[in-house]
């Protein structure tokens, strides 16, 4: 899809923020939040499922012109019924919807940890924890997964000592 080369993940977050949707950012973009030093080109989140979480969820995807990967619209009490995961193309870039990330229970279960990080813009999404991201990546056992696991888990190693420098601006 030709809108998938552009990312912009502040239009993606703004619009969900907009739409009050309950949600929680995992996968490669959380894991940037948190301080890896990955490159994504797409937005992943665990929502609430509650009923009007998903409501205001199908509002914001259209909003975002979202489609299927084969260009046709959303429909969510469809399209994501017994799916581990709904991958969209939208006017800002990919967005992967994944009701209950594996090793995880899903949102009630990833928000107990989850920080709001301040990334600009006045957005402050809630990013699953750096534990959480181990705990996902280690379920999946993909081979693309072990680098980014390894760096989650020098992250969890270093602990406060790389929030702290994050959040000063220090690297380290």
């Known amino acids: ?3 998938d080369d552009r990312f912009d993940p502040y239009t993606l977050l703004a619009t969900l923020e907009r739409h ?3 949600y929680v950012v995992i996968g490669a973009l959380g894991r ?3 301080g890896s030093g990955e490159i994504t080109n797409g937005v992943d989140i665990c929502p609430s499922t509650h009923p009007e ?3 205001r969820l199908g509002l914001a995807l259209t909003d975002l012109n979202a489609r299927r990967p084969n260009g046709k619209p959303v429909v969510l009490e469809r399209d994501l019924v017994g799916r581990p995961l709904l991958e969209l193309g939208t006017d800002a870039g990919e967005l992967k919807i994944v009701p209950e990330p594996p090793g995880t229970r899903g949102y009630d279960d990833l928000r107990r940890r989850a920080r709001h990080e301040p990334i600009g ?3 402050r999404p809630q990013v699953a924890s750096v ?3 181990a705990r996902m990546l280690s379920v999946l056992s993909r081979d693309e997964d072990r680098q980014p696991l390894r760096t989650v ?3 969890i190693e270093l602990g406060p000592e790389i929030s702290r420098g994050l959040h000063r601006g220090i690297d380290i």
Do not use: C, I
């Open 1 to 3: 899809m030709a809108a």
């Open 20 to 22: 009050l949707v309950a």
């Open 32 to 34: 940037v939040l948190q």
């Open 53 to 55: 979480s998903m409501r």
């Open 121 to 123: 813009q006045g957005l």
């Open 131 to 133: 534990d959480d991201h």
């Open 153 to 155: 888990q020098r992250m």
